[in-house]
């Protein structure tokens, strides 16, 4: 990893206890989303591991989220031509699979790579977010569509 001191940017940080914990990954200079560091990154539930992508409930979703999961690269990458094909592959099939055991009608792919000071993520290993819109009450005035970051 590069000798690399700090993987996460507390600036992106959406809630206290998220960024509580980033400053223990930031002291510490371990990447959270490394297989060798999940159980002390204190991720949300494992949901499904494959070759090159690990699938988890997103411990602190967006708000206004049904569901809303993160896939994250098995290996640490952070760029996109540090992904091979065959994980391409691999993440579309993930992507298809949570459409189908989640029965999402309609829902949103994101991912961020690169620099987080540019992209909005927290984390800079490269991660895709699966979200569905929880719109039972839109009608409420303080309903807000969920916003995905970036920059």
């Known amino acids: 990893m590069g000798g690399k001191n700090s993987f996460v940017n507390l600036n992106n940080a959406r809630y206290d206890d998220q960024r509580r914990l980033m400053e223990k990954i930031h002291q510490e200079g371990f990447c959270p989303f490394c297989l060798e560091h999940e159980a002390k990154a204190e991720l949300g539930s494992l949901i499904k591991k494959a070759t090159h992508w690990t699938m988890r409930k997103n411990r602190w979703p967006y708000e206004n989220t049904r569901e809303h999961l993160l896939i994250i ?62 719109i039972t009450n839109k009608k409420d005035p303080k309903y807000k569509p969920v916003r995905f970051r970036v920059g």
């Open 73 to 134: 690269h098995n290996t640490h990458v952070e760029r996109l031509n540090d992904l091979t094909t065959k994980a391409w592959a691999e993440l579309l099939e993930l992507v298809k699979w949570a459409e189908q055991e989640y029965k999402i009608e309609g829902g949103a792919v994101g991912m961020r790579f690169g620099d987080t000071t540019k992209n909005g993520a927290t984390v800079d290993h490269i991660h895709v977010h699966v979200f569905v819109t929880d």
